[in-house]
């Protein structure tokens, strides 16, 4: 549905996107991760046709977005990062205006959004501008898809979200997605890579891995162990002293470890004994997409 | 956690006309813990902490930040805290070692000894060869690490930091909490908000305000064991979900 193909893209000495390619196909949620100023918001507005690249093409449903950006802006969803519906309308004025931009009604495709906006409906003649930060993202949503559009783009959508909006937020994707509508979404949030089919991690420009998230985690190549103990900061500043360590870094709980080959650990233990650290548990574990992701950074 | 209470509230409440935004909470934070203060959007955790910070007077209920009372010694308190806000507040197009003498002049730290934390700071970051730099072509990264040490300039007892490490990479959200638990191993009290659910794991207690009320406050690994459940997220999903209010 979506190849990005060699996307480079500058502004001035900054490199945005360096030779970034990404293939989504049809009924497909994908996530773009990375922090911010990794280039996610760049890629996203050549997808929408609001940015040219440098170099590189890309296509939608088969067509070009540059030579056939109306093709795109046709059957494109697209929700950004900052809140840009109008405040100054009321929930009903934003939506019924976004309908018939798209020469539609909202009668027509109420259907798509009849869950999410059921949710604001209480609130239809409220101006958009008094509503809360997640009131505004639902609106926001309805506004994207009352086209009914091939793709939804979504920047950032749950940013400064808490952790109760944003699973809601994401039960919501879900339903979407098996109505087939292909979804493009970006997160500063490791935990949401989960819930996509394929993810690509973004940094600094590049894109250091694409797949699934079994399949990206598959790759790990080192040995990599959790502690867990009570004082978990003294710890952690012990181990990085141990030359056969390779980065011991805080994972809620615990601490991950990566070594250079595998642990002799009853060893381990005894030297962390002889340092005071008498409580350690220490056993092997299979790696997260945030343990790829930081292998991958440094 | 056993050192001198930094932080007391007792009842602590605001109300804006009808609306009662944060409802009697209770809290009690010590030298050199790390405090996670956890709620969902519009639960009240931006008012409770102006109120605690000196900024808002509260409506009814007693506090005591540092040993200051909230309703007469709010600029004692001011003195004493440090404080770093969801919007970075250092200056985009001063260098380093600017934004460092500016803050340190803020706070009234003596010209030799702002040079000897101005050492250490800038050692212990790793910029010095980044002093005379504009923060504008500083990573977001570095950035936020350096808004935290400006912040600590005045070597404050008590930290307040809201949200420090929204949109930060992975690598430095680890090095930001470095930071973090090495204040505390000093004896600072860090008191904190995130949205970062394993982070909150990093807490040695955690509250989370639900409506405005103080709906739990204990060790993360006390909270797991309540709930039943084995991350702090689920913690926060099983109370934040009955929530009626949003922002």
Redesign the interface.
Known sequence: MITVDHISKRYGPVEALKDVSISVPRGELFGLIGPDGAGKTTLFRMVVTLLLADSGTITFDGHDVVSDYRHVRRNVGYMPGTFSLYQDLSVRENLEFFASVFQTTVKKNYDLIADIYGMLEPFADRRAGALSGGMKQKLALCCALIHKPLVLVLDEPTTGVDAVSRREFWEMLKKLKAQGITILVSTPYMDEAALCDRIGLLQDGKLLRSGSPQDITANFDRPLYAAICKEPYPLLLALRKLPELDSVFPFGTALHITAKEQLDLPALHKELARQGFSDVELQPIEPGVEDLFMHLMQ | MTGAITIHAKALTKRFGAFTAVDAIDLDVHAGEIFGFL????AGKTTAMKMLIGLLMPTAGEARVAGYDVYTQSEAIKRSIGYMGQRFSLYNDLTVLENIQFYGGVYGVPPAELKRRTDSLVHDLGLKEHVNTRLQSL???WKQKLAFSVAMIHEPKIIFLD?PT???????R?QF??LI??A??KGVTVFVTT????EA??CHRASIMVDGVMAACDT??ALKEQFKVK???EV??QL??S?QR??
């Open positions: 709620g969902a959007n519009g990573p977001l990264g949200e929204g949109g930060v990479d992975l690598i430095t680890r909490w470095e638990y090495a505390s191993a949205h970062y659910m394993d794991e990093y993360p690994a991350t702090m997220d926060f999903y934040a979900r929530a949003a922002e």
